[in-house]
Nanobody, 118 residues
Framework: QVQLVESGGGLVQPGGSLRLSCAVS????????MGWYRQAPGNQRVFVAT???????NYAESVKGRFTISRDNAEKTVYLQMNGLKPEDTAVYYC????????????WGQGTQVTVSS
């Protein structure tokens, strides 16, 4: 059974940093694109960053230059380093195994809360 477990969220002041982790079990992640998404209260879940199986990254404009996605295939873990946090970054952050023809569906974690406030 494929499971994704996010961790590392919390309360941080504006300008601070957090590092989110997504630990995957039940599958090797090396062959799959991975992503981070977020959902603020009352809003839809939106794209934050992705990293392909080959290591190519893509970011939402709102986080470019502040967030960095990375992966450790051996540890089956994906990371999101978040620097220069702003109140508008407050959301539940979700990790995702992107849809693939092999898996035929995406997989989501349960999310971790990030709150940016003074």
């Amino acid at each position: 059974q494929v499971q994704l477990v996010e961790s590392g969220g919390g309360l941080v002041q504006p300008g601070g940093s957090l590092r989110l982790s997504c630990a995957v079990s039940g599958i090797m992640i090396s062959g799959y694109d991975m992503g981070w998404y977020r959902q603020a209260p009352g809003n839809q879940r939106v794209f934050v960053a992705t990293i392909t199986s080959g290591g190519r990254t893509n970011y939402a404009e709102s986080v470019k230059g502040r967030f960095t996605i990375s992966r450790d295939n051996a540890e089956k873990t994906v990371y999101l380093q978040m620097n220069g946090l702003k109140p508008e970054d407050t959301a539940v952050y979700y990790c995702k195994i992107e849809f693939s023809m092999v898996l035929r569906r995406p997989y989501w974690g349960q999310g971790t809360q990030v709150t940016v406030s003074s």
